[in-house]
């Protein structure tokens, strides 16, 4: 019941002194103190009433009135028996803490008030009940087959008065029924949930925002790329739904949570077949990357990209631009996610994958479902994600292409979603990623790959949970690698690495990896051999035999920059 049927009821004699925004306030309950702190007899949702005998001075009135509104009671309603008129300092505490306070006429028994409140929710719990079998035949037999999550949401505001809505991790409203919610109270309660859910607690979670309650019911993921109940949950924290409820399910019964838990299943099938239709769309950025990565000629890798070109941008009449997002999640593989969980080794890669497509979908764009332009691939702990661009003439007159805008940008890929990412991360896990520059041509892509990478390791670089870096903040010489073009990369590595990668198959002598160690230690015979776990003198002979072999000395700068720049382009 609400706090306004209590003054619908004239045989109550309530009058309203303050409080009166509040009055829709849910009732679950009624009690009866004069003790000065009642603390531990509350739970939330009370009308308690009180003869006012706790207090003695007006001082007593703000720390009462400050422990019913911290135990979420819903409103307060005093005697006048005792004192007659309620006392100033009573409806002042009221007011600071936004409690709706009620005055009780001295005709008026506690006990005719607490009859009617216990009966009116008691009856209601009862209809509930009775009708709660129907409702969930009827929820489970409309399924998000026909219409998405809006149908079961839908049912639960005409059926149940539940306004309810589904967020992604990172507080994308993905289906609602009625008012959308603002975005700063989504990306919270994804927050809220996800870091309720990195300590363990079974859901639902409960988190109350601007004096309304939400109650967070985890949608799983169930399909073919569900992990096991037994891994780390950090393999699923980041990717899971959630089913937001204006609601206090605190106190459901259990045929009501029941209910809900069913609804949880039906748009965990939407969600399962959205995950499905993205199959393809990571088999085209899987191939692609394939090509990139193993130095395939251009013109093949153009032909794969005509083919994605239509699927991720369709009824676009010019070839677009790219651009490579490069993203990576990494755990503290000592702690377990999950308490009394034994350590095991996380997946990063899928988990990367699944967040990198949650990242990219604009909110903005037309269409059901953004996130049917992203194709994202992962290979080992990382994700890379191929994103068209629409590109349209410069000018009528012009041959060249120039992409409509300036394609992604880092920082503001991750504006919205750094607050509810960071709770998820926790503090054992790092979210970093990296985007290129836009390219127009398959013979860039290669380039955009090893920007977007490197982009990524200065974010690595960086303090904080989740970090980002674009094409346009890198200023070293490793910026011009990438544009370096394939057959003078390839012919400039051979020269100089091919007699070392030869020697080191024939004999295990490790000089590549020697000479990587000795480049990055600047030159130090000490340091390099530390490293190593060498002898000075045996660094000394395997730098010997890579000087000897490639002609070059590596006590002159320019040879010991060629060296790095071959290992950097290898």
Not at 188 to 197: D, V
Request: glycine content about 8%; proline content about 5%; overall charge negative.
């Amino acid at each position: 019941m609400r706090l306004r049927a209590l003054l619908e009821n004239d045989a109550l004699g309530l009058r309203l002194l303050g409080g009166e925004d509040e009055l829709d306030r849910g009732v679950r309950g009624v009690m009866t103190t004069d003790l000065k702190d009642p603390s531990r007899y509350l739970s939330g949702g009370e009308l308690v009433l009180t003869g006012l005998a706790w207090r003695h001075s007006a001082e007593d009135s703000e720390p009462f009135v400050r422990i019913l509104a911290g135990a979420g009671v819903a409103g307060l309603a005093a005697g006048e028996a005792e004192m007659g008129d309620i006392p100033d300092d009573l409806a002042a505490a009221c007011s600071r803490h936004r409690l709706p306070l009620f005055a009780v006429n001295e005709s008026v028994a506690f006990a005719t008030i607490t009859e009617y409140v216990v009966r009116q929710v008691s009856g209601e719990r009862a209809g509930d009940l009775a009708a709660v079998v129907d409702r969930h035949r009827r929820l489970m037999t409309s399924g998000p087959a026909g219409g998405g999550p809006e149908v079961v949401l839908d049912l639960l505001g005409s059926d149940l008065d539940l306004h309810a809505w589904v967020l992604s991790p990172t507080g994308r409203q993905i289906a609602g029924a009625g008012d959308e919610l603002p975005a700063s109270v989504s990306a919270t309660l994804a927050g809220e949930h996800l870091a309720a859910t990195r300590t363990g607690r079974r859901g639902p979670h409960r988190a109350t925002l601007g004096g309304t309650t939400y109650s967070l019911f985890p949608i799983r993921n169930t399909g073919r790329g569900a992990a096991p109940a037994s891994r780390d949950v950090r393999e699923s924290v980041l990717s899971d739904w959630l089913l937001a409820v204006e609601a206090d399910a605190g106190d459901w019964p259990a045929a009501r949570l029941d209910l809900l838990q069913g609804v949880t299943q039906l748009i965990a099938v939407e969600r399962d077949r959205r995950e499905a239709a993205r199959t393809v769309r990571r088999r085209l950025a899987q191939e692609v990357l394939e090509l990139v990565q193993t130095g395939a000629a251009p013109a093949e890798i153009a032909a794969r990209l005509r083919v994605a070109a239509p699927v991720l941008l369709p009824g676009l009449g010019t070839a677009p631009h790219w651009q490579v997002v490069v993203a990576r999640v990494d755990w503290d593989q000592e702690s377990t996610g999950q308490p009394g969980s034994a350590a095991t080794a996380i997946e990063a890669g899928p988990v990367a994958q699944s967040l990198l497509e949650e990242i990219l979908v604009d909110p903005t764009a037309p269409g059901p479902d953004s996130s049917d332009r992203i194709a994202v691939a992962h290979t080992g702990d990382e994700a890379i994600a191929l994103v068209p661009l629409p590109a349209v003439p410069a000018d009528p007159d012009a041959e060249d292409a120039k992409t409509t805008d300036e394609g992604l940008h880092a920082d503001a890929l991750l504006s919205s979603v750094r607050d509810p990412l960071s709770a998820g991360l926790a503090d054992d896990g790092r979210l970093t990623l990296g985007v290129s520059a836009a390219v127009s041509s398959a013979e860039g892509l290669r380039g955009a790959l090893e920007e977007a990478r490197h982009a990524r390791r200065v974010a690595a670089a960086r303090p904080g949970r989740v970090c980002a870096a674009g094409h346009h903040e890198l200023a070293s010489h490793v910026l011009l690698l990438p544009f370096v073009p394939d057959d003078v990369r390839r012919a400039f590595t051979a020269r100089l690495l091919d007699p070392l990668r030869d020697y080191d198959r024939r004999h295990r002598a490790e000089l590549i990896p020697t000479l990587e160690a000795f480049l990055d230690c600047d030159g130090s015979w000490t340091r390099c051999a530390t490293r190593l776990h060498l002898h000075v003198n045996t660094l000394r002979y395997r730098v010997g035999r890579i000087e000897q072999l490639t002609g070059r000395d590596l006590s002159r700068l320019e040879d010991k920059l060629d060296f790095f720049l071959a290992l950097r382009m290898s």
